[in-house]
């Protein structure tokens, strides 16, 4: 098996039979409207592309993981000349990618669901999906010729990796991602020193949770992957010079992985695209012409804007033309049918202010107990949550061109909140589609009604706590303990204080840990050992 690095999270797998594609996002014009690009730049590698896809010798697949736009690319896809290849898409809850692809011309298309095998020329494929509505993703594992590679992407699926080794292991190659892709903290208006603390337990936190799998899978090599973006628009540029933010580059992650890992015997190549790595050699072939390293990082991404300088100018005089009050009228009119299929808004205690331009001209106020979303010019409430939109950028909302998630992975709003405490619901409100938000609500009263328990230890007790974790449903008897008390989601990180009653540090939402005082008690809850304490560990 070769594995050849296309970039961000894209890969082509060979042998002598089969040659899989994996998420190929390399058109010129970024992501999410052209806030995201590809770093290092991989746009030169689309010709490699289509001279694989030429080959009438092996069996050709492509796989597409999920929608988000550096993973599913519209316009590379659409490119493409030659589609003699079996199209691979997961079918998600959400209809978005099957609406797509159902009149895609190509081979033949498999829309799969979790745990689908697939045999291929020497070999197999097996899909895992992640479907929690608030989040979709897939991972794919491929085995030929004797070998594996688990290529988990974006997919969160931490909790289902112990059953993942142990139903199709051993593991020789792994990947996932290890950066930040969040507007919290980086749309956020926080004190420096705030905004740079909350940023650096996230990277810290998303670092663990990679280097806990590995430990867990023990594959020969780790590629790191779906690492962090370029930001060229000049709105967003100042996120590649933050000295500390979530997007975190490779060469710090790999540093962190040597020390943290040193006893594993783990190969965790830096990977530039074009390079190749030789699965069974375990040795990378260096292919890629220009190498992107921290010392000329600078000039590199500099030299990158420059080149989209005409490209940013050229939208900015179409981004003036917008009309603001149509804009507002159709974002007050898409908020109603939204709040009005939020079954739990009775849950939100805060109103939501909806500000275009920073204008209070251009205002709505989104009350969830009342369920009104009324025009405002002013926010006099002491407790709110607070974001401010481009108009233009709201417009493509309104005329379907981009997606409320897609919108929110811009990173081009500001945020405010008093207090400062995460919502699960109001974030839910703002990032899902209409149609969505019913059956999100539906898992959190799901999750809510799950009567099953595990037991932890902290601080030299056992306690009893929900198996799943409140956010999306997180496996807790997966998760791990941080400084001999907090239980940490092996999905997103949240974390729990055990020696609060299970409070969440982030939220006021609780696992309900009870101490259990004896072992004739604990013998009563579901019997598991428990869970592996590890200490926390400083960012720096």
């Known amino acids: 098996m070769q594995i050849t690095y296309l970039g961000h999270a894209g890969f082509i797998v060979e042998t002598d039979a089969v040659i899989v594609i994996t998420d190929p996002w390399l058109s010129p014009t970024g992501a999410f409207d052209a806030s995201w690009f590809q770093l290092p730049r991989n746009h030169h590698l689309a010709p490699l592309v289509y001279e694989k896809l030429k080959d009438r010798s092996r069996a050709i697949y492509l796989y597409i993981s999920h929608?988000?736009?550096?993973?599913?690319?519209?316009?590379?896809?659409?490119?493409?000349?030659?589609?003699?290849?079996?199209?691979?898409?997961?079918?998600?809850?959400?209809?978005?990618?099957?609406?797509?692809?159902?009149?895609?011309?190509?081979?033949?298309?498999?829309?799969?669901h979790h745990k689908q095998q697939l045999k291929i020329p020497g070999g197999s494929m097996k899909f895992y999906v992640d479907d929690s509505r608030l989040n979709?993703?897939?991972?794919?594992?491929?085995?030929?010729?004797?070998?594996?590679?688990?290529?988990?992407?974006?997919?969160?699926?931490?909790d289902t990796l112990p059953a993942i080794v142990h139903e199709d292991g051993p593991i020789n190659v792994f990947a996932c991602q290890?950066?930040?892709?969040?507007?919290?903290?980086?749309?956020?208006?926080?004190?420096?020193?705030?905004?740079?603390?909350l940023s650096?337990?996230?990277?810290?936190?998303?670092?663990?949770?990679?280097?806990?799998a590995i430990e867990l899978i023990r594959p020969d090599s780790y590629i790191p992957s779906a690492g962090p973006v370029c930001f060229l628009d000049p709105m967003l540029f100042h996120l590649n010079t933050e000295p500390i933010n979530i997007f975190p580059r490779a060469a710090r992650f790999i540093s962190y992985l040597?020390?943290?890992l040193h006893k594993i015997p783990v190969f965790i190549p830096e990977m530039m695209p074009g390079d190749i790595l030789d699965v069974n050699k375990n040795k990378i072939i260096t292919l890629a012409e220009k190498r992107f390293i921290?010392?000329?990082?600078?000039?590199?991404?500099?030299?990158?804007?420059?080149?989209?300088?005409?490209?940013?100018?050229?939208?900015?005089?179409?981004?003036?033309?917008?009309?603001?009050?149509?804009?507002?009228?159709?974002?007050?009119?898409?908020?109603?049918?939204?709040?009005?299929?939020?079954?739990?808004a009775n849950r939100v205690t805060v109103p939501l202010y909806f500000r275009l331009n920073g204008s209070d001209k251009l205002m709505l106020k989104i009350d969830f107990e009342r369920k009104t979303v009324e025009r405002v010019v002013s926010n006099n409430d002491l407790s709110f949550y607070e974001i401010d939109a481009p108009a233009w950028q709201i417009a493509k909302i309104i005329d379907g061109e981009l997606t409320w998630e897609e919108f929110s992975l811009t990173f081009r709003m500001h945020l405010r909140r008093s207090p400062d405490i995460y919502d699960p619901l109001l974030h839910a409100f703002l990032v899902m589609e209409a149609d969505d938000i019913g059956k999100y609500c539906e898992l959190l009263l799901e999750i809510e009604a799950q009567e099953q328990r595990t037991i932890v230890e902290a601080a030299g007790k056992r306690y009893s706590v929900r198996r799943y974790c409140p956010h999306q449903g997180g496996d807790l008897s997966?998760?791990?303990?941080?400084?001999?008390?907090?239980?940490?989601?092996?999905?997103?990180?949240?974390?729990?204080?055990?020696?609060?009653?299970?409070?969440?540090?982030?939220?006021?939402?609780?696992?309900?840990?009870?101490?259990?005082?004896?072992?004739?008690?604990?013998?009563?809850?579901?019997e598991r050992p428990p869970l592996v304490k590890t200490e926390g560990t400083v960012f720096k």
Not at 184 to 197: L, R
Not at 200 to 212: D, L, Q, Y
Not at 310 to 335: K, T
Not at 499 to 515: E, F, H, M
């Open 478 to 526: 997966c998760g791990w303990m941080d400084q001999d008390r907090f239980l940490v989601c092996p999905r997103h990180r949240w974390q729990f204080d055990i020696l609060q009653a299970g409070r969440c540090t982030s939220n006021g939402t609780s696992i309900d840990a009870v101490c259990l005082e004896n072992e004739a008690q604990a013998a009563n809850e579901l």
């Open 258 to 260: 040597t020390t943290r």
């Open 67 to 112: 929608e988000h736009q550096d993973h599913f690319d519209v316009g590379f896809l659409n490119s493409l000349p030659d589609r003699v290849f079996t199209l691979l898409v997961p079918e998600f809850s959400r209809s978005a990618l099957l609406n797509h692809f159902s009149n895609y011309e190509c081979e033949e298309t498999i829309f799969f």
């Open 178 to 197: 290890f950066s930040g892709a969040t507007w919290h903290p980086t749309c956020y208006e926080y004190p420096k020193s705030k905004y740079e603390s």
């Open 294 to 344: 921290e010392k000329t990082a600078a000039g590199y991404i500099a030299e990158y804007a420059a080149s989209f300088s005409s490209f940013f100018e050229g939208r900015r005089a179409v981004q003036e033309r917008v009309d603001e009050q149509r804009i507002l009228a159709g974002l007050q009119l898409e908020l109603r049918v939204k709040l009005e299929l939020l079954t739990l």
């Open 200 to 212: 650096a337990r996230k990277a810290i936190s998303k670092f663990e949770s990679v280097a806990k």
């Open 136 to 158: 979709r993703d897939s991972a794919i594992l491929m085995k030929m010729d004797e070998t594996a590679f688990l290529n988990m992407n974006d997919c969160k699926l931490f």
